[in-house]
């Protein structure tokens, strides 16, 4: 059996009462690999540069395994940008580069820059007007049920490209599976861990990943998913949030 664990973790209140976002995770697991993979998730939340949570909520459901679904990850690149104004220069070119148009792209980086606090999920952006599609305000779209098939030989890819670490194995989980969902172009993110300044845009099925892409210290992360026009919503909400995807690093385009 497959088990979808999501955990959620805030600190002072829960969320719905407004406490601050400490950390989330979304993996997608056999049925004897939960158990550990809770404990990694509790201890994760309590030990964060965001904060300690006091408040954790953690689902376990099942999931059938005729309906999970194998996605290819995305191939990498790496650029260390000389300082965070030339990151964005290079972010914002690669997004206008898939056609995502000047006013979108301007939309995105205000609704990122401008952010109180920061989300704890992702904004829909119609890739033409710059529109906001979902209605999730601050909580934004969470994308969930996804992980990757091989787990020994990901991290081993991973590193062969001189990557390790928690983010970018989660990240590059997420972005395949944000690639993969109807309609979305692209993909903008930064991480809301106010040491960790590498963000990325994932497009044509490459993951860029940028380095500075925001300022230390600073703890408002985003993501923004770029939608072609025309897409049905309801059916792209539907498959971020429910469709369960296991990541096969070995399938498709692929880095060296
Ligand atoms: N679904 C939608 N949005 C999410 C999700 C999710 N499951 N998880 C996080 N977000 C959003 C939310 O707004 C967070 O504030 C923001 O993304 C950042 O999340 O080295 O660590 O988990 O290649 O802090 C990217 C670079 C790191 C990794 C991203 O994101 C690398 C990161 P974080
Ligand atoms: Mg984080």
């Not at 309906?67 to 940008?81: C, N, R, S, W």
């Not at 860029?208 to 925001?214: D, F, M």
């Amino acid at each position: 059996m497959l088990y979808s664990v999501r955990m959620r973790s805030a600190k002072d209140r829960p969320h719905e009462k407004g406490g601050k976002h400490i950390s989330g995770a979304e993996r997608l697991l056999e049925e004897q690999a939960v158990d550990e993979a809770v404990r990694q998730m509790i201890r994760r939340a309590r030990m964060h540069t965001r904060g300690k949570a006091d408040f954790i909520s953690i689902k376990i459901e099942r999931i059938d395994r005729n309906k999970v679904e194998e996605i290819p990850a995305l191939a990498f690149l790496d650029l260390q940008a000389g300082d965070l104004a030339d990151g964005r220069r290079f972010a914002k070119q690669q997004l206008l580069t898939c056609g995502i148009s000047k006013q979108a792209v301007d939309k995105a980086f205000s609704l990122l820059l401008d952010l109180k606090d920061n989300m704890r999920g992702a904004a829909l952006l119609e890739a033409e007007t710059g529109e906001r599609l979902d209605a999730f305000h601050m909580r934004g779209v969470r994308v969930s049920r996804m992980d990757v098939k091989d787990e020994a030989g990901f991290a081993c890819w991973i590193k062969k490209q001189g990557f390790e670490g928690l983010h970018v194995r989660e990240a590059a989980v997420l972005a395949a599976k944000v690639a993969a969902a109807p309609g979305v172009i692209a993909e903008l993110c930064w991480s809301d861990d106010p040491q960790y300044l590498t963000g990325y845009v994932a497009a044509q099925g490459v993951y860029h990943r940028i380095t500075p892409l925001k300022s230390f210290g600073d703890e408002r992360g985003g993501r923004v998913f770029f939608v072609r026009s025309g897409t049905e919503l309801n059916k792209l909400v539907q498959y971020l949030q429910e469709q369960p995807v296991l990541v096969n690093w070995n399938l498709g385009k692929q880095g060296k």
